[in-house]
């Protein structure tokens, strides 16, 4: 199994361009999740998801958009990059959606707005 | 609501001595409670987690926390420091009751010098 895989590893992007990041499990979890990671803040949840069709929004989620047409893939849309979402994202699983779940962490992408 | 406070952004030991991280919680309803390890350029690894099983816990590499509900604690230990811990260190809660959402700390990093 890969695991959690994320794409691309490293995006450099100019204020109000959009991209996509690329999520994708392939353990069958049920439960994903988006976090994005600043320096002396920990980790924040943006959006997740506890199945195909089905999301919602966590602490942090102005800015951003998700969708979940598959069980494997979870994207993650930046509608109009700012500087203030310069941060490493991490997209994560679990097999399902229960509190006492481990999470499985994406080896992460580094968003550079300028 | 839920949050963890992580005592120390930064803790340096010698190798070979003790690792003490302190991890301490609030939260209305029962928690679970995890740690997790991030090395340099990488996603997150869990370490350890409370479930409400037993109230000491142990992970992998020698690590372990102990449960305290009396002191919302759940400080992470090992006795002997490794220069390969060095890395920075998550506390994180979910709710027992609610989704695998985590809410994390802000994050210690550990420094292991010779």
């Given at each position: ?28 979890h ?6 994005r ?23 942090v ?25 310069t ?28 | ?12 030991v ?15 309803v ?45 400080h ?23 989704y695998?959402?985590l ?12």
């Amino acid at each position: 199994n890969a695991g959690v895989t994320q794409t691309p590893k490293f995006q450099v992007l100019k204020t109000g361009q959009s991209m996509t990041l690329q999520c994708a499990q392939d353990m069958n979890h049920e439960y994903m999740s988006w976090y994005r990671q600043d320096p002396g803040m920990g980790l924040r949840l943006i959006h997740y998801s506890v199945g195909a069709g089905i999301t919602d929004q966590g602490e942090v989620p102005n800015g951003y958009n998700v969708s979940r047409s598959t069980t494997e893939d979870f994207p993650l849309r930046l509608l109009s990059a700012a500087p203030s979402q310069t941060s490493v994202y991490f997209c994560a699983s679990s097999y399902s959606q229960s509190s006492w779940e481990t999470q499985y962490f994406g080896p992460g992408t580094r968003l550079l707005v300028l | 609501a839920q949050s963890v406070t992580q005592l120390g952004s930064h803790v340096s030991v010698s190798e070979g001595a003790l690792v003490l991280l302190r991890c301490n919680y609030s939260s209305s309803v029962p928690p679970y409670l995890f740690w997790y390890v991030q090395y340099p350029n990488q996603g997150l690894q869990l370490l350890l987690k409370y479930t409400s099983a037993a109230t000491l816990v142990k992970g992998i590499n020698g690590f372990e926390a102990e449960f305290k509900k009396s002191e919302t604690s759940f400080h992470l230990t090992k006795p002997s420091a490794h220069m390969s811990d060095a890395a920075e260190y998550f506390c994180a809660v979910s709710d027992m009751w609610g989704y695998s959402t985590l809410t994390f700390g802000k994050g210690t990093m550990l420094l292991v010098s010779p």
